[in-house]
């Protein structure tokens, strides 16, 4: 159950770098315009905020990538931790994006899914 969980932990991290690369990297690009729904002239005077929110979403990825190298490692508890730690926060900023913007709710369930599933599958095998 806990190596499921990792996985979409991973899954996860994964997604969430990939997060950090279009808010703070190419948030002005057509491309990552048209993902989150700005106008040029809107990503241009947010690119500043956007870069910030980019490096948060990088930091849970590595809190959660080394917490998954942790529990590789044989270093369960602090791995587990760390993993329950970046996912939960994961899931945590997923829940907020979908009650205070619904109208964002797909981007919501996309970024929270693997994080929500993360997160009860580790707890799950950690309670077994």
């Not at 926060?89 to 619904?102: D, R």
């Amino acid at each position: 159950m806990v190596f499921a969980g990792l996985v979409f932990a991973a899954l996860a991290a994964v997604l969430h770098v990939y997060i950090f690369v279009m808010e703070s990297l190419t948030w002005t690009s057509p491309r990552t315009r048209a993902t989150f729904g700005t106008t040029a002239e809107t990503a241009e005077i947010t690119k500043e905020l956007a870069f910030n929110q980019g490096f948060y979403n990088l930091f849970l990825a590595i809190v959660t990538g080394i917490g998954i190298l942790g529990i590789a490692l044989g270093h369960n508890a602090v791995g587990v931790a760390l993993v329950l730690a970046g996912a939960g926060s994961m899931l945590a900023a997923a829940l907020v994006l979908l009650t205070t913007s619904p109208d964002k709710a797909r981007a919501a369930i996309t970024q929270g899914v693997f994080p929500l599933i993360a997160v009860l599958l580790v707890a799950i095998g950690v309670a077994l």
